[in-house]
């Protein structure tokens, strides 16, 4: 059991693992920004601790400031909550080579889930469903013109390192393809330092429905069902609700065996989240996991 515990994150996820530590008896150290010098939720915590002016990337997304911080207040761990660092591998690394325990994931688990080409070799070596998709990164326009033509459109362009919706484009024939990969590695380089996409048939009148796992460092993973996020507007969850209500029994066991089967493989530790789509005739494939927990784990 940790002694105290620093919060590299700000407003609600922030109050809530104040809250859960509070509940164990466990002291808290909120980092915050100048903007958010007078939030209330700070005042719950044992200490606070200023990183840095209003701007995000000056101040929750400065991994030296909050090594420092944490080094200065001398706590045991960090957690990243949600959003900022939450999914960044080297941030984890940097906790651990200061002997602070990130709460989260190992690095190494974040770097092979966080790409999506990699996540899905691994799906497959793990017997969990993938959409049809190129098998890796498309480099040549005319080899993913003539991968879509055999898969059938419409398609999808994805970022290979890609995450909030940012980096994919939906395709119905050639020339809107050739016209929308230049721009996808364009957006994919510009967010994630990193241009590589890939395509898959794109899935239409899809549900997408996600299952929360937890895993330990012995092994060990569960999961907490699954919630329905079906309603969405660009890519961006609006409603989540649980049980999903257009599954029956078995398709709720095979979807969360599948999720605990990737997380094993993947050797996770930690909360975190494997989503899919389940199609109109109950089939179902791998989206993504995401290497945290997430805004709606209340939910489940």
């Not at 944490?70 to 080579?97: K, M, S, T």
């Amino acid at each position: 059991m940790f002694s105290r515990i620093m919060i590299a994150n700000r407003g609600e996820i922030a109050l809530r693992i104040i809250r859960a530590c509070k509940e164990l008896g466990v002291q808290t150290v909120c980092v915050f920004s100048e903007e958010d010098r007078n939030l209330s939720y700070l005042k719950l915590a044992d200490r606070a601790i200023c990183i840095g002016p209003g701007q995000a990337a000056e101040s929750y997304l400065k991994i030296d400031r909050i090594i420092a911080a944490a080094e200065v207040a001398n706590v045991d761990a960090i957690h990243p909550g949600y959003g900022f660092l939450a999914e960044n591998p080297q941030f984890a690394d940097a906790c651990r080579d200061s002997k602070i325990e990130f709460i989260g994931p190992s690095a190494e688990s974040m770097r092979l889930l966080g790409n999506k080409i990699e996540a899905k070799k691994l799906a497959k070596k793990a017997k969990v469903p993938n959409i049809p998709w190129t098998e890796g990164p498309v480099e040549n326009d005319d080899d993913a013109a003539k991968w879509a033509s055999h898969a059938g459109y419409p398609v999808m362009i994805k970022a290979a390192a890609g995450g909030g919706g940012r980096g994919i484009r939906l395709v119905h024939n050639e020339a809107t393809l050739r016209h929308s990969l230049p721009a996808a590695r364009s957006e994919a380089q510009a967010s994630f330092k990193d241009p590589s996409v890939y395509l898959e048939k794109a899935i239409e009148n899809a549900r997408h429905v996600e299952v929360q796992i937890m895993g330990d460092r012995a092994g060990n993973v569960l999961h907490f069902y699954e919630r329905d996020c079906s309603l969405q507007r660009r890519h961006q969850k609006l409603v989540e609700e649980s049980p999903c209500p257009a599954i029956s029994d078995r398709i709720r066991e095979e979807l969360c065996k599948a999720a605990v089967r990737l997380a094993r493989a993947a050797k996770y530790h930690g909360a975190g989240t494997v989503e899919f789509l389940v199609t109109p005739d109950k089939k179902f494939y791998l989206l993504e996991m995401n290497t945290r927990i997430q805004v709606e784990h209340p939910v489940t």
